[in-house]
């Protein structure tokens, strides 16, 4: 593994540890020591998001044997800081109750965003589909109206050789 990496793996434990340690005691202050928590926290997140972005880059240059292992714990500092921000979130917001309620709509705003474009993709693929399958079914009807004329033509050639033969 990178010593590059690890440094930085270093830094971000211990931000993170700092980070829920300060949620915890913020969750409890109020007025303008809360604000001031509140400050700090966000410039910790800040401060561990820089380190996942040189965490991700680093790993990245690496060989690929060394880089699958990395970018899955990366994915999991991703997490736990996704986490750290919503608590963040939730404990800033004046009223708890308004800000899980904010939580619970903007996840489902984000499922109905996403399965919306991914119907709508699907939806094109099938429309796209069923042009190419009407387009052929109209050249396959020219070809039976070519091939039908041209049985005609060769019956009535028939016809008339008996009709002069016979």
Do not use: W
Request: charged content about 30%; aromatic content about 2%; hydrophobic content about 35%.
């Amino acid at each position: 593994m990178s010593e590059v990496f690890e440094s930085y793996e270093r830094q971000y434990c211990e931000v993170s540890a700092s980070l829920s340690r300060k949620c915890t005691a913020a969750s409890a202050l109020d007025g303008e020591k809360k604000k001031q928590r509140l400050s700090e926290i966000q410039s910790g997140v800040e401060e561990a998001e820089s380190l996942i972005r040189k965490m991700d880059l680093e790993a990245r240059s690496l060989q690929p044997s060394v880089k699958a292992g990395l970018l899955a714990k990366l994915r999991e500092y991703k997490s736990d800081l996704n986490n750290l921000k919503s608590e963040l979130k939730r404990i800033s917001a004046p009223n708890a109750r308004q800000a899980t309620r904010e939580e619970l709509l903007e996840s489902g705003m984000a499922d109905t965003l996403a399965v919306s474009t991914d119907q709508r993709g699907r939806l094109m693929m099938t429309t796209e589909r069923l042009n190419q399958s009407t387009d052929r079914i109209k050249e396959s009807r020219i070809t039976m109206l070519e091939t039908e004329e041209c049985g005609v033509s060769i019956l009535q050639d028939l016809h008339q050789q008996l009709a002069r033969g016979g």
